[in-house]
């Protein structure tokens, strides 16, 4: 190619969060992976999961388990943000599902995220947008429900990808199931 080159510049923040995204988010049924696995990560004995739309209006999955202290909501929607390990000793000896601490952040670039959580030992549960970083105190038992709603909005370049409803439902089914047998002593909805 002739083309006059261009000069080189550093990608702004949140363009490559969107790109970042791609690797983890391929379609509805991988946020539901994720979701699980953080649910699973926090030791939730029941977990509700609800899907609209095979997933692509929301995904919402809700866990009774350890839950996210109010002071700490807002980091974990943060890329390379994680509670899972510390260190490179840790990530050789980590146990947990997730540890990248991307999966949150990169969902929240490509969708609209709302993070309820109550940590053990805090007074009530706190409610943040993902998008304003707005939070608010709300009534709710020990644990986390993410909301994730109209996956791909903002990259209308990947949602054109998606298939039908009805098999991006399959799909999220598909991991749900995957995740159900692997833990049969959790109880999913
Ligand atoms: N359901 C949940 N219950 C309690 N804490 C959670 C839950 N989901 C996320 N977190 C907290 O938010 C942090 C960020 O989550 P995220 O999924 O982005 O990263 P991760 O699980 O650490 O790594 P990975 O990107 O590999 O999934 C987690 O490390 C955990 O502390
Ligand atoms: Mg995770």
Not at 105 to 118: C, F, G
């Amino acid at each position: 190619m002739t083309a006059s080159r261009r000069p080189i510049l550093e990608l702004p923040d949140e363009l490559i969060s969107q790109i970042a995204a791609g690797e983890v988010v391929e379609r509805p049924a991988s946020v539901v992976r994720e979701l699980l696995d953080n649910a699973l990560d926090a030791g939730a004995t029941q977990i509700t999961l609800r899907l609209l739309a095979g997933g692509v209006r929301l995904i919402s999955v809700e866990d009774d388990g350890a839950g996210i202290p109010a002071d700490e909501m807002a980091t974990a929607l943060r890329r390379h943000a994680t509670s899972k390990i510390a260190s490179l000793a840790e990530l050789e000896a980590v146990g947990t599902m997730g540890f990248r601490g991307e999966a949150l952040a990169a969902i929240n670039s490509i969708a609209e995220v709302s993070l309820l959580s109550r940590a053990g030992g805090q007074s009530s549960a706190h409610l943040l947008d993902g998008r304003t970083g707005e939070m608010k105190p709300v009534a709710r038992a020990q644990g986390t429900t993410v909301e994730v709603k109209e996956l791909f909005f903002s990259v209308p370049a990947r949602r054109k990808f998606l298939k039908t409803d009805a098999t991006e439902l399959a799909h999220c089914i598909e991991a749900v199931r995957r995740h159900a047998l692997a833990r049969p002593d959790v109880g999913f909805a």
